[in-house]
C-alpha cells in the first residue's frame, strides 16, 4: 500500500469511527507533516522505535519503512480492525492494546535486537508529562525520544533558565536529555482539529549526567524551589539550611532574593550536593 492521509481517513469513516477526547485523538492527516517527523527523528535500519498511540497507523507506517521493528501501545482496541489494515504491509510492526502508563516496557523490548531505541510519537496530550516521566523513572534505555506535544508544554520541557516557562519539569527534564525544538505544527494538519498548536521536541540522552550524591534529595530540591514560582528562594527553601544555600549562591554572584527560576541545573545541583553532604 501506498501511504496516503486519504485512504486512513476512509477507513476511519468505513468502520464509523468515534474520535474519543478522553484518549486525546487528534489524528495526523498531512503527509508532509508525518515526512517531516519521521526525517527530523534520523530514524537508521538498526533502530526499535516505540510508538505511543498508533491512532490510524498514519505515523507507524512511515515509521515502519525506516525503522528496524515498531512497538506500538494503543489503549483504545476500537482502532485494531483500522490499525490492522492500514498496516497490513508492515511485516515490521507490532501493536499491543494496552495503556501505555501501565505497560511493562521493559519486559516488552527485551525479545527485539537494536542497536538505539527512540520513542517516537504524537502523544496524547492529557498524558505527554507522565509518559514522559514513565520513560524516565521506569529507566526504558533510550538513546531519543521525538514526540509531538502542545506547544505550551513544549516550550516548558525546552525553557533555559531567565525564561517564564522554565520550571521543576524542565530542570527534570533538562537534567536527563538536551531539549531541541524541531518543528512547528499547526492544528490544521489534525483530525479533529485540536485547539492548541503543536510542536515537535526531541529529548536526546546527555552523554553524560551531572553527578548528584543522592538524586532523590537533588529532585525535591528543585521541585520545592519551584513550589511559589513568584515567591524568592528565602521562602521557598525555608525548610533548608538557608546559610549553606547563600554561601554556594555567592558563589555564582546570587543570594536567597532570587527566584528558582534564575537557576541553572548546574547550581542546583551544586547546591544538592553541597546541602546533603553536611546533613549525612
Ligand atoms: N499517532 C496517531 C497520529 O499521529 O495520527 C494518533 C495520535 S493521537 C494524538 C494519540 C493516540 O494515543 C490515540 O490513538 C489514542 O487512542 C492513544 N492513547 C491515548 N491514551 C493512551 C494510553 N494511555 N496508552 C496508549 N495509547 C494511548
Avoid at 536529555?177 to 526531541?202: A, C, E, G, W, Y
Avoid at 546527555?206 to 511559589?228: G, I, M, N
Amino acid at each position: 500500500m501506498k501511504y496516503s492521509p486519504k485512504e486512513m481517513k476512509q477507513s476511519l469513516e468505513a468502520q464509523q469511527f468515534n474520535f474519543k477526547k478522553k484518549f486525546g485523538q487528534n489524528f495526523i492527516v498531512d503527509e508532509n507533516i508525518i515526512n517531516a517527523i519521521v526525517k527530523k527523528a534520523e530514524i537508521d535500519e538498526n533502530c526499535l522505535v516505540i510508538e505511543i498511540g498508533p491512532g490510524a497507523g498514519s505515523l507507524t507506517y512511515k515509521l515502519a519503512q525506516v525503522a528496524s521493528q515498531v512497538l506500538c501501545y494503543e489503549i483504545d482496541t476500537k482502532l485494531e480492525d483500522v490499525l490492522q489494515h492500514n498496516l497490513r504491509d508492515c511485516q515490521n510492526v507490532t501493536v499491543l492494546y494496552q495503556d501505555f502508563l501501565e505497560a511493562d516496557v521493559k519486559i516488552d523490548i527485551k525479545q527485539y535486537q537494536y542497536d538505539t531505541l527512540y520513542v517516537v510519537a504524537n502523544l496524547p496530550y492529557y498524558i505527554t508529562t507522565p509518559i514522559i516521566v514513565k520513560l524516565i523513572e521506569d529507566q526504558i534505555p533510550v538513546d531519543k525520544i521525538v514526540v509531538m506535544v502542545q506547544k505550551e508544554v513544549g516550550n516548558r520541557f525546552k525553557a533555559q533558565p531567565g525564561n517564564k516557562d522554565y520550571n521543576s519539569l524542565s530542570v527534570y527534564l533538562n537534567y536527563y536529555f538536551d531539549v531541541t525544538k524541531l518543528l512547528d505544527v499547526s492544528r490544521n494538519v489534525f483530525v479533529p482539529k485540536p485547539n492548541v498548536d503543536s510542536i515537535v521536541v526531541q529529548l536526546k540522552k546527555k552523554d553524560q549526567l551531572f553527578q548528584l550524591d543522592h538524586p532523590p534529595f537533588f529532585f525535591q530540591l528543585v521541585r520545592d524551589a519551584f513550589r511559589q514560582k513568584r515567591k524568592t528562594l528565602r521562602n521557598n527553601l525555608k525548610a533548608y539550611n538557608l546559610d549553606m544555600i547563600e554561601q554556594v549562591l555567592s558563589k555564582y554572584h546570587m543570594d536567597l532574593s532570587v527566584r528558582a527560576e534564575q537557576l541553572s541545573i548546574t547550581i542546583f545541583v551544586e547546591l544538592a550536593n553541597t546541602l546533603s553532604r553536611h546533613s549525612h
